[in-house]
């Protein structure tokens, strides 16, 4: 990526989706260690331990997403559409 171009940065929508998964995974994880164990409803398997688990994971692809493939944003939006069209 070139030195002048602009990213979205924490205005990407994957930024805000990963932070969101991520705080549900961690509130779920943190229940499914210290919550009831009501695993006789779940048959026998901590369901909040485990969803929390994959919604960490699933928050840090989008994170991870994000860094590595980061949206640039054009510095003149408008002088683009107008080459585009003509």
Known sequence: MAENQHTAGAFDIRNIIGGLIGVYGVILTV???VGDQEQDK????????WAGLVMLAIGAAFLVWARVRPVVVPEHPTQER?????
């Open 82 to 86: 107008q080459d585009d069209a003509g």
């Open 42 to 49: 779940t048959g026998g398997v901590n369901a909040n331990l």
């Open 31 to 33: 229940m499914g260690l």
